[in-house]
């Protein structure tokens, strides 16, 4: 049987980027969100293109924090992948 290696700096390096990416994703939503309401609020006088925009900034706003959480709970299997294959390993090799 050939023997699998995992590099656990690889898949510690991964759940940081997915933290970082999912910050900078709220971050950007965050703007987006900011930038939607200030225009349906200040740029729009009336009518039916400042309700449009309006509702697609509520509905937008439902995104905020999920892009965070998604991030977290891919970091979190990446992690746990490591501990599991390590205690695999413990298993296996009697460590």
């Known amino acids: 049987m050939g023997n699998l290696i995992v590099s656990d700096d690889e898949y510690t390096e991964l759940a940081q980027a997915l933290r970082l990416a999912g910050t900078i994703f709220e971050r950007k939503l965050e703007v987006y969100l900011d930038i939607l309401t200030e225009v349906s609020a200040n740029g729009i006088a009336k009518g039916q293109v400042k309700e449009n925009l309006m ?3 509520s509905t937008a706003s439902i995104l905020t924090g999920q892009f965070g959480s998604v991030a977290e709970e891919c970091a979190s299997l990446s992690e746990s992948f490591i501990t599991e294959v390590d205690e695999a ?5 009697g460590g």
């Open 89 to 93: 390993d413990g298993q296996i090799y």
């Open 55 to 57: 509702s697609f900034a």
